[in-house]
């Protein structure tokens, strides 16, 4: 699910709930700091993202920051649209105020939460070591440029910013 909260008059929660190959459950957070423009556009300022994985939090990524116009807003209903273009509707309540996805959103980054990461990048080398040997070099250079993938991802967290962009 996508969820967003305002949690005081300026601080904005995002979250992206998932379940990696349908399986593992994980989240994605973003935590900004927010002023007005003017009546409709903010300028959002986020910290680090941070993923959590089996139930480890860490921070990736950099820092961030997008403008955001807001052309209708009414008691349960925004309309809106990022510095990117991007198209947004959210609506009040529903399963935003469960209670698992508001602990969700105030997660703290585990302290070795890196020590995790490797040790499972560790486990996946040992994994596509063990496809290599049964299946030849072909699913293993696949699986390889899989996980660089992931890992360029993982390296900018996957965020552009709004104000680098628009330059």
Do not use: H
């Not at 486990?123 to 030849?136: D, E, I, N, S, Y």
């Amino acid at each position: 699910g996508l969820y967003q909260m305002i949690d005081r008059p300026n601080l904005a929660k995002n979250l992206v709930t998932f379940a990696l190959f349908g399986l593992f459950p994980g989240s994605i957070a973003l935590v900004g700091k927010f002023e007005k423009v003017n009546p409709k556009t903010v300028r959002v300022f986020f910290e680090k993202p941070k993923l959590t994985l089996f139930g480890k939090t860490f921070n990736f990524g950099p820092t961030s920051s997008v403008v955001l116009w807001t052309p209708y807003l009414s008691g349960n209903l925004r309309i809106g649209k990022g510095s990117l273009g991007s198209l947004f509707v959210f609506t009040k309540g529903g399963k935003a105020d469960d209670p698992k996805v508001i602990e969700e959103f105030d997660r703290r980054p585990t302290k070795f939460g890196w020590v995790y990461a490797a040790l499972s990048l560790s486990l996946a080398a040992c994994a596509l070591f063990a496809v290599q040997a049964c299946f030849g070099p072909r699913p293993l250079l696949a699986a390889t440029a899989l996980l660089l993938l992931t890992a360029s991802v993982l390296r900018k967290g996957g965020i552009v910013d709004g104000n680098k962009a628009n330059r």
